[in-house]
């Protein structure tokens, strides 16, 4: 199956700080989307972006399709950002997403 | 709406006795589907479907059963429990194969 490649799988930041997030897949996808876990398990759904660039408030999201990699900016990062980024890919003709295995962002007062 | 509704919340099991997860969604989504979350794993898919009455295998589908009789529901059976089962399960839905996928708040289960 598809493989998803999550960096860095650990990051500590200062409140205020800007991020980036990365996503590498091994094949072309027909869909993508990223995800916060935030520390109480909740799962939220932040962007659906198979290709192109979005941006909701402080969150941004590129993903560079013919590359087979997405990132996802957090600019002044604040405590509620704390939790685990998830990317999820869909390659083409498959029916489900598969996750990689995340990114535990910690951000320091 | 509720969004996606996952009972129970917590349990606690014998290894080889059985259980039911219920999820139910009200948004109307053709696709649903079963994760497993683990530490330093990520998410694994269990078993998706893609509509009432079509149900299929995910990456871990080995100990778990499913079915879809409506488009609201969609449980998942654990038919004999066993320790390696034991994880947090979330129930997620889209629209559509292009749509946005919601999840439940999962269900923490233990397998002693």
């Known amino acids: 199956g598809i493989q998803v490649e999550q960096s860095p799988p650990d990051l500590i930041l200062q409140e205020g700080a800007n991020s980036t997030l990365r996503c590498n897949f091994s094949?072309?996808?027909?869909?993508l989307q990223w995800f916060h876990q935030n520390p109480w398990g909740q799962l939220i759904n932040l962007f659906y972006i198979p290709s192109g660039t979005k941006q909701n408030g402080r969150l941004s999201a590129t993903t560079v399709a013919t590359e087979r990699y997405s990132l996802l900016y957090i600019s002044s990062s604040q405590t509620t950002d704390s939790g685990v980024y998830f990317c999820?890919?869909?390659?083409?003709?498959?029916?489900?997403?598969?996750f990689g295995t995340g990114t535990r962002l910690t951000v320091i007062p | 709406n509720a969004g996606v509704t996952q009972t129970p919340k917590f349990q606690v099991l014998k290894t080889g006795q059985s259980m039911t997860l219920q999820c139910a969604q009200d948004m109307n989504h053709e696709y649903m589907s079963w994760y497993r979350q683990d530490p330093g794993m990520g998410l694994r898919l269990i078993h998706y479907?893609?509509?009432?009455?079509?149900?299929d295998q995910g990456e871990v589908p080995n100990g778990y059963n499913v079915s879809r009789s409506t488009t609201e529901d969609f449980p998942l059976r654990l038919l004999s429990a066993a320790p390696s089962q034991t994880s947090v399960y979330f129930c997620?839905?889209?629209?559509?194969?292009?749509?946005?996928?919601?999840f439940g708040e999962g269900s923490r289960l233990t397998v002693l």
């Open positions: 094949d072309s996808v027909n869909n």
């Open positions: 479907s893609v509509g009432a009455g079509i149900t």
């Open positions: 999820a890919v869909e390659a083409g003709g498959a029916n489900n997403l598969f």
């Open positions: 997620a839905s889209r629209e559509s194969r292009a749509g946005e996928l919601f």
